[in-house]
């Protein structure tokens, strides 16, 4: 008796059926995709620790809901921005690092933005208008 070995099936090349693949693989299976989704991002933010600070960040800027969004306070970093100054104030250092404007009243920018303890940054909290 002949075993037949099946095809391995073919790739999906075209972006959009991809994408719908995915969205179909996603619908059938939530548990599974939200557990590799959050592990996925638990490795990268324990392997790189500025990636939660970009996050929220970025949340704190793009969330309609929240008064930094309501201020138009805007986010000009990106993912390597925050990398950067995370290397150049030393915040591996420190033993609860967290992303401060210096300006107040000033966009998230390389130049506004350093990394202090954080309860420092609560000590230097402003009141919210």
């Not at 548990?31 to 638990?42: F, V």
């Amino acid at each position: 008796m002949v075993e037949v070995k099946e095809r391995p099936k073919k790739r999906i090349r075209d972006p959009l059926k991809m994408r719908a693949y995915r969205e179909k693989w996603r619908k059938e299976n939530p548990e599974k995709w939200k557990l590799s989704y959050t592990e996925s991002r638990r490795k990268k933010i324990e392997a790189e620790p500025w990636y939660k600070m970009f996050i929220c960040m970025t949340s704190r800027c793009f969330a309609k809901s929240h008064h930094y969004y309501k201020k138009g306070i805007k986010c000009f970093l990106g993912a390597e921005d925050i990398k950067s100054i995370w290397f150049r104030d030393k915040a591996y250092l420190l033993e609860r690092p967290s992303i401060d404007r210096i300006d107040p009243d000033g966009n998230y920018t390389l130049e506004n933005t350093r990394m202090i303890e954080f309860s420092e940054n609560m000590k230097r909290k402003r009141g919210r208008s």
